[in-house]
């Protein structure tokens, strides 16, 4: 009697561990492997012209800039989203999101809010709808196009265009991107024009209003030496402005027009125009000047107190007019000298 209790202990434990086995194959079951999952991540982002993620994330290499610094890319307007569902693939899908901020997915009968959220975010999302019919659904989601947070470099670069990247990037780099300024036709000042987060999305997920345009200027030789760097925001336009000119007439050499791409003084400008002629009166040398207001001035220099540094040699602004004006005695004895120059071969001939 006794071994007939044993055996049937012993084959209720057999039992109760078979069951046990079978669970926990059946639970593992529910989990995506690594192979069925295969999910690709985008390469890194080259440096250069205008980036595509989808073509980066074909190269299968991972990102290097996904969540950087602690960010998380939060889905925008016109991005593009890569949608699996584990084990379903009749559901699995690539969508672009709607103007209205939405997605549709199969046999979910109401659109599905994307924006303004992270791909996790977006995936609990769309695993809550399933789950009213699917047994443990599994969602994966991948911003395979993110361009909802452009940043634009224009005005006096190389390669002036739009750039979509998904990392935190400073003004320096982003200029590299666009092939650097133009020296022959940059000038000395950078204009950020900032409207705020171009995903519309903020901290408190708030839409930015046209109010929030600013207008941000830098020097282009201090970023240049990296004096001045900022972090720039998606959504940024970076305009690399022409440079100023300012222009030399009146009685010098060659009146021409100075380009202000570097800070210019007057002396420095006169030396551009060939210098100042014979009849010029360097006691009385005027730069004409339009201030912000309107308002409009003349400046009044002596050339000898500029050498003998008796007061600073004076910057240039833009449109200033640098006139040099006319010594009337220096032009008459110049013109005496030239009729006397003129008269000599004459009389010499008489004889």
């Not at 889905?75 to 699995?92: K, N, W």
């Not at 240039?316 to 008269?343: E, H, P, T």
């Amino acid at each position: 009697m006794k071994a007939v209790k044993k055996l049937l202990a012993f084959c209720a434990v057999l039992f109760l561990a078979n069951v046990a086995f079978v669970a926990a194959q059946e639970k593992s079951a529910e989990k995506p492997s690594d192979k069925i999952e295969n999910v690709k991540k985008p390469a890194e982002n080259p440096a250069g012209n205008q980036v595509s993620i989808s073509e980066i994330a074909a190269s299968g290499a991972p990102n290097p800039y996904k969540n950087q610094v602690g960010d998380k890319y939060r889905l925008g307007f016109q991005d593009t989203v890569e949608i699996q569902v584990f084990r379903h693939p009749e559901l699995s899908q690539v969508v672009n999101i709607n103007p209205d901020g939405t997605i549709r997915m199969p046999r979910i009968d109401q659109p599905i809010v994307a924006v303004c959220k992270t791909e996790r975010e977006l995936g609990d999302s769309i695993t809550s709808y399933y789950k009213t019919y699917l047994k443990n659904p599994f969602v994966t989601v991948r911003a395979v196009e993110q361009r909802s947070q452009p940043f634009a470099v224009v005005g006096a670069v190389k390669k002036a265009g739009s750039f979509y990247l998904n990392r935190k990037i400073r003004l320096l780099e982003l200029l590299a991107f666009a092939g650097g300024p133009d020296v022959e036709f940059a000038g000395s000042k950078i204009q950020i024009a900032r409207v705020g987060n171009a995903s519309g999305c903020t901290e408190n997920s708030a839409e930015a209003s046209a109010d929030d345009l600013q207008f941000i200027g830098f020097n282009l030789n201090d970023v240049l030496k990296g004096k001045e760097n900022p972090w720039m925001e998606p959504g940024d336009i970076v305009s690399v402005l022409i440079a100023e000119e300012a222009y030399v007439v009146g009685n010098v050499l060659k009146p021409t027009k100075v380009t202000l791409n570097e800070p210019r003084t007057l002396t420095q400008a006169l030396a551009i125009a060939g210098g100042t002629d014979s009849t010029a009166n360097t006691s009385k040398v005027i730069i004409q000047r339009q201030e912000a207001n309107g308002v409009k001035k003349e400046l009044l220099f002596d050339l000898k107190d500029i050498r003998d540094r008796k007061i600073p040699d004076p910057q240039l602004q833009a449109n200033d007019i640098v006139q040099v004006s006319n010594d009337k005695m220096k032009s008459i004895m110049d013109g005496v000298k030239n009729i006397f120059k003129s008269s000599v071969p004459t009389l010499i001939r008489g004889y």
